[in-house]
């Protein structure tokens, strides 16, 4: 017969609390993650959908829209491609493959004068 000392039971009273205080550490650190990357990945949609880089929407003015938004799902379409079979796939084949060739893009067509050109003045 074994018996338990008093000294087996403050040992495993330690590995129980070291254990739960690991496991609640743990479980802090996973909803910090999750909710961090939960406004990356809204961050990101709302930057495909109104298709900005991160670059132009820092500099963009408020409220203003991209020459280059054609409408959410053509947006989406010019990142993912045009077969959503493939947008989970991360890697690029033909049936997948964005629209345009990456230096020419399609642009919303009363949004195409530059906000640095100037109309010429009447008279």
Same mark, same amino acid.
Request: aromatic fraction near 14%; include cysteine; hydrophobic fraction near 40%.
């Given at each position: 017969?074994?018996?338990?000392?008093?000294?087996?039971?403050?040992?495993?009273?330690?590995?129980?609390?070291?254990?739960?205080?690991?496991?609640?550490?743990?479980?802090?650190?996973?909803?910090?993650?999750?909710?961090?990357?939960?406004?990356?990945?809204? +961050?990101?949609?709302?930057?495909?959908?109104?298709? %900005?880089?991160?670059?132009? $929407?820092?500099? &963009?003015?408020? /409220?203003?829209?991209?020459?280059?938004?054609?409408?959410?799902?053509?947006?989406?379409?010019?990142? +993912?491609?045009?077969?959503?079979?493939?947008?989970? %796939?991360?890697?690029?084949? $033909?049936?997948? &493959?964005?629209? /345009?060739?990456?230096?020419?893009?399609?642009?919303?067509?009363?949004?195409?004068?530059?906000?640095?050109?100037?109309?010429?003045?009447?008279?």
């Amino acid at each position: 017969m074994v018996t338990l000392t008093q000294s087996d039971d403050i040992g495993q009273h330690k590995w129980y609390i070291c254990t739960s205080v690991m496991v609640l550490m743990s479980y802090m650190m996973s909803v910090l993650l999750i909710v961090t990357l939960t406004n990356f990945l809204k +961050f990101h949609l709302k930057l495909v959908l109104d298709n %900005y880089t991160t670059i132009e $929407n820092l500099e &963009r003015e408020e /409220g203003a829209k991209s020459k280059f938004d054609i409408g959410r799902r053509r947006n989406w379409e010019q990142v +993912f491609g045009t077969n959503p079979w493939w947008w989970w %796939y991360p890697c690029h084949i $033909n049936a997948s &493959r964005p629209v /345009g060739d990456g230096v020419r893009w399609r642009v919303h067509y009363t949004r195409v004068i530059d906000e640095d050109e100037e109309l010429p003045a009447e008279g």
